[in-house]
Every structure is written in C-alpha cells, then in structure tokens.
C-alpha cells in the first residue's frame, strides 16, 4: 500500500470514529437520570403567579448540565384537568422538544399534535426556570402528564444577543 492509500483510510478512519462519538454523546452521553425522590412537578397558579407543588407519581425524568433546553419527564397527576384548568395557568406557546429515542415514554410529536387538537393541555410550570427558560407541563384527560423547557420570548431575544425587550427580567452578566 502507497502512503497514499494509508492516510485516505487514516482520515476515514478518524472521521468514522469522531462521527461516533459525536452521535454517542449527543444522543447518551450528557444525559442524567433526574432522581425521582427530590423531583418536584410545579405548576403557576393563577392567584399567586408563583409555581405550587402538584401530585404526582410515576416519574421517569432525564436532564442534562450541557443545555437548559434539555430536560424532560413522564409522569401522572392525579389531579383533574378540570381542576387543574381552573386553579393553573395555561401555556398557549407550547411546543414540545423532541427527546432522545431510548427516552420512549416522551413522544414529542404526539404531545404537540394532542396540544393542537385539545387532547391536551399545555400549562406553565415554572417561568424562567433557568433566564429565558421555561418549564411547560402538558396533562391529559387521564392524568398522563410530560413536561419539558423550553425558550421563551425573552430568552429567544436576548439569545440572540439582543437587548431584552420590555417586560423581561433583567438577563444576567453571563449573558451580556
């Protein structure tokens, strides 16, 4: 074999192994399971403002210190839709972010349609969980619920490295 040929198959090599690692830790690697024994399902109520614990069991929840953008969780509420209508603040603006195919109990396609048709409501869990982060909470009539950040109008402002429109919270210094 000519030198040639050596640093072809060397340099296809190389790029076959980094694309590997590339996909592993995009799709495994920085994802943490979230310990359901100090999670915590908030929704903002609509006399206070400020996220309230709600009931929960059955949580299964990954997250990630790579990315605000990261976290999602399965989970039911014993709590009615009804109630939980009346007393919660709903999120108009959802759009749930895919999840990692081996995280299977979150279907984000299906949320979003079931969003968009009423199967669904979107409630808003805690805003600005993280500056221009949100944390949105979709529950079904069964009391199946998923929940997932994501940016909000804020954050998709200043992001862009823009100033932060009126009526956002002032960004803090890492982000100017």
């Known amino acids: 074999m000519n030198a040639g040929k050596v640093f072809i198959v060397g340099l296809g090599t190389s790029a076959l192994v980094a ?3 590339m996909y592993y830790f995009q ?3 920085f994802y943490e399971e979230v310990n359901a024994e100090v999670a915590e399902v908030q929704l903002t109520s609509l006399v206070t403002g400020q996220p309230e614990e709600i ?13 605000p953008v990261r976290f999602r969780a399965c989970f039911n509420t014993g709590m009615s839709l009804a109630t939980l209508t009346e007393t919660y603040e709903i999120y108009d603006a959802a759009e749930p972010l895919v999840a990692p195919n081996w995280f299977d109990c979150f279907d984000a396609r299906r949320i979003g349609e079931d969003l968009e048709t009423g199967d669904a409501v979107a409630f808003l869990g805690q805003e600005n969980i993280q500056y ?3 944390r949105i909470v979709a529950v079904y009539p069964d009391g199946s619920a998923f929940a997932w950040h994501q940016i909000n109008a804020c ?8 100033r932060p429109p009126e009526g956002c919270p002032t960004p803090p210094e890492s982000l100017n």
């Open 155 to 162: 954050g998709e402002v200043v992001f862009d490295g823009n």
């Open 27 to 29: 799709v495994y690697g």
């Open 132 to 134: 221009g982060i949100d």
């Open 55 to 67: 009931l929960f069991e059955n949580f299964k929840a990954i997250d990630s210190d790579s990315s």
């Open 19 to 21: 694309g590997m690692a």
